[in-house]
């Protein structure tokens, strides 16, 4: 069983559209990720929740709405899509206590045209 | 604010050759110190991490990484390269009170060679 499962695996859409990207983890944490990594590979955190309540939020545009109906599923829908918003999001979770580790997920490459 | 430097976009290494990447950090806080390993199209896998006690830690596929808190530093390393281990590495920090947020460094990839 895959312990961090993220869909779709590749995305390809327009400008402007409205897209999301699914996340759910089976290893029973109460802490779930979503980190942004650019073509260049520099990874960054967007957001964080735990149970279900939003901890991190990172200086991302709010055309991006991360949403958690449970502590196994962490969901970032994007609207009005740009050029910028290509890259790779990755899901992760973890305990979310310091120095736990964090499980990603296989990524979601995002291709905006 | 907690940040990672890691010299060397790139490392070249023939196979059977030591491996040698380095990960240089900051933190106003006892860090906690970790790599991971990103294959080509794959998600990270942590390879090991440092939080506390022994500063020489042991990871999977035979790397090991020192912390050394006067040089403030996490390097990575393995006694033999093998074709398998070419890879995007990244080391990453987080520490202090609050919940978790891993800080990651700039990556570096490793090319191995016959």
């Known amino acids: 069983d895959t312990a961090v499962s993220q869909t779709p695996k590749y995305l390809v859409t327009q400008m402007g559209n409205d897209k999301s990207i699914k996340c759910e983890q089976n290893?029973?944490?109460?802490?779930m990720y979503w980190y942004k990594q650019d073509s260049k590979k520099f990874l960054k955190i967007m957001f964080s929740?735990?149970?279900?309540?939003?901890?991190i939020n990172e200086t991302v545009p709010n055309r991006f709405s991360p949403k958690s109906p449970d502590k196994a599923h962490l969901n970032l829908h994007i609207n009005s899509l740009e050029l910028g918003d290509s890259a790779v999001y990755f899901c992760a979770s973890s305990q979310g206590f310091q120095g736990d580790t964090i499980y990603f997920g296989e990524g979601s490459w995002l291709t905006v045209v | 604010a907690q940040s990672v430097t890691q010299l060397g976009s790139h490392v070249s290494v023939s196979e059977g050759a030591l491996v040698l990447l380095r990960c240089n950090y900051s933190?106003?806080?006892?860090?906690?110190l970790f790599w991971y390993v990103q294959y080509p199209n794959q998600g990270l896998q942590l390879l090991l991490k440092y939080t506390t006690g022994a500063t020489l830690v042991k990871g999977i596929n035979g790397f090991e990484a020192e912390f050394k808190k006067s040089e403030t530093s996490f390097h990575l390393t393995k006694p033999s390269a093998h074709m398998s281990d070419a890879a995007e590495y990244f080391c990453a920090v987080s520490g202090g009170t609050g919940f978790q947020k891993l800080v990651f460094g700039t990556g570096t990839r490793l090319l191995v060679s016959p």
């Open positions: 929740y735990n149970n279900k309540e939003l901890i």
């Open positions: 933190s106003s806080v006892p860090p906690y």
């Open positions: 290893l029973g944490h109460d802490t």
